[in-house]
């Protein structure tokens, strides 16, 4: 299927690995010209290199800390007027409810929720003037399912999660549809650090912890960057214009939901 974006230009933050990498890797398949961002400039620049290589698009690079607002200042002066916007950061440290405090909780909020919400705020103006313009925040099952040892994700996704369902109404008479992907458990760096917390706590290897969890998965297995990335370079495509504000679990079944 020819996803119609061939030639747009992309900003995907945190992509020098993992989620973010995978969806830089399957936009820039669908001829995407890219800027790509993550704070250890090494790693990136060599996926912005391997990305150019395979796939001929322009790729430019931002080596910052994008929950900064000096990072924001920096790749919003690299993007311009992007045509498509991918947020990502890594995610909050696991816990228990009682751990947190409030600076803990204002750390969260500013990686995963308020700095997409000023990536989407700075750009969203520039898509609704050309009449299009696609977002995808990459968010966490834990939207649509607590995971207790991860509250400070739950509770910075979930209010990013709130804004988009409103926000994405309101820019979509313009052209300019906002989506959430909701990754489970993928086969990434993410993945394999609490791997290890299950191992310390459980006193069990690394291997008999990622089976542990892979078992809870209907799939059983994890899910891999490329999966994920094809599902955002849809949500990027021509043909998503009709889904608007909607919260796409990729899981393998893990949550046991009806809808
Ligand atoms: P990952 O493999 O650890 O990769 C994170 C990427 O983001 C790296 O390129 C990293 O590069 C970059 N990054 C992290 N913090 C950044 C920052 N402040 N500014 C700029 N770049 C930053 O993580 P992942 O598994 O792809 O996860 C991506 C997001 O999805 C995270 O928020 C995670 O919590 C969430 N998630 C992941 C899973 C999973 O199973 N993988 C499940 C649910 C939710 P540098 O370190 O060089 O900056």
Same mark, same amino acid.
């Given at each position: &299927?020819?996803?119609?974006?061939?030639?747009?230009?992309?900003?995907?933050?945190?992509? %020098?690995?993992?989620? !973010?990498?995978?969806?830089?890797?399957?936009?820039?398949?669908?001829?995407?010209?890219?800027?790509?961002?993550?704070?250890?400039?090494?790693?990136?620049?060599? %996926?912005?290199?391997?990305?150019?290589?395979?796939?001929?698009?322009?790729?430019?690079?931002?080596?910052?800390?994008?929950?900064?607002?000096?990072?924001?200042?920096?790749?919003?002066?690299?993007?311009?007027?992007?045509?498509?916007?991918?947020?990502?950061?890594?995610?909050?440290?696991?816990?228990? =409810?009682?751990? =947190?405090?409030?600076?803990?909780?204002?750390?969260?909020?500013?990686?995963? &929720?308020?700095?997409?919400?000023?990536?989407?705020?700075?750009?969203?103006?520039?898509?609704?003037?050309?009449? =299009?313009?696609?977002?995808?925040?990459?968010?966490?099952? %834990?939207?649509?399912?607590?995971?207790?040892?991860?509250?400070?994700?739950?509770?910075?996704?979930?209010?990013?999660?709130?804004?988009?369902?409103?926000?994405?109404?309101?820019?979509?008479?313009?052209?300019?549809?906002?989506?959430?992907?909701?990754?489970?458990?993928?086969?990434?760096?993410?993945?394999?650090?609490?791997?290890?917390?299950? %191992?310390?706590?459980?006193?069990?290897?690394?291997?008999?912890?990622?089976?542990?969890?892979?078992?809870?998965?209907?799939?059983?297995?994890?899910?891999?960057?490329?999966?994920?990335?094809?599902?955002?370079?849809?949500?990027?495509?021509?043909?998503?214009?009709?889904?608007?504000?909607?919260?796409?679990?990729?899981? !393998?079944?893990?949550?046991?939901?009806?809808?």
């Amino acid at each position: &299927m020819d996803l119609g974006i061939a030639g747009k230009r992309a900003l995907v933050c945190a992509s %020098s690995k993992g989620l !973010g990498l995978g969806c830089a890797e399957a936009l820039a398949a669908e001829g995407v010209n890219l800027v790509m961002n993550a704070r250890g400039a090494e790693a990136l620049e060599a %996926s912005a290199a391997a990305i150019r290589e395979r796939y001929g698009v322009t790729v430019e690079t931002v080596a910052c800390d994008v929950t900064t607002p000096e990072g924001q200042a920096e790749v919003l002066a690299k993007a311009g007027d992007v045509d498509i916007l991918v947020t990502n950061a890594g995610g909050p440290p696991p816990g228990m =409810w009682s751990d =947190w405090d409030r600076e803990d909780f204002i750390k969260a909020l500013d990686a995963n &929720m308020l700095t997409p919400i000023a990536l989407m705020k700075a750009l969203l103006p520039g898509m609704m003037a050309k009449g =299009w313009g696609r977002v995808v925040n990459i968010t966490s099952q %834990s939207v649509r399912a607590p995971i207790g040892v991860l509250g400070l994700s739950n509770a910075a996704r979930t209010g990013l999660t709130g804004y988009v369902a409103g926000t994405s109404r309101q820019v979509a008479p313009h052209g300019v549809v906002i989506n959430n992907l909701l990754p489970g458990i993928h086969a990434t760096d993410r993945a394999i650090s609490l791997d290890g917390g299950v %191992s310390r706590a459980q006193n069990i290897s690394m291997e008999e912890a990622k089976a542990q969890r892979e078992a809870t998965i209907p799939a059983r297995r994890y899910g891999t960057r490329e999966e994920f990335g094809k599902a955002c370079a849809f949500l990027c495509s021509q043909h998503a214009g009709f889904i608007i504000g909607q919260n796409l679990l990729l899981d !393998g079944g893990a949550t046991n939901l009806t809808m």
